[in-house]
């Protein structure tokens, strides 16, 4: 008996693991980086970058960032405001597997949190 309920420990242990990998997606591939590249006028600039190590590709990805309104952007064509903190990553096109975007900013550090997206897993 009391190897019995062991066994089915471990399936059920098992079969929960699974349930929380699949759940997490590529949440943990999701690399976001933030880079000091120099001082302009005073004030630092930063090379932000999110890489897709997931073996899907991200669509709609959407990025959370409180201070975004605090920095100077220089390039606004990777991230564009959707509402409140949340921003649009590429325009909503795909960031394929193995690759990424960044773009650069100058100010203070930004709080950046991935919000949501979409994988499409082939
Ligand atoms: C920002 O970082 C990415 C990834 O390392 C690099 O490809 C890109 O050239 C950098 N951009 C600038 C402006 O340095
Ligand atoms: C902004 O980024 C896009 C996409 O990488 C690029 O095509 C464009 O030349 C950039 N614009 C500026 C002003 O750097």
Redesign the pocket.
Known sequence: MATFIKVLGLVLCLALMCEGIESLGCDSDIVINQAKLGIIKGQQVWNATLTNTCACTLLDMKLSIPNFNYVIK?????ISKSHDDIYDV?GGQPIYSNSG?F?TYVGKSLDVIINDYTEACS
Do not use: A, K, S, Y
């Not at 220089?74 to 990777?78: F, G, V």
């Open positions: 220089i390039n606004t064509t990777i590429n975007i773009f």
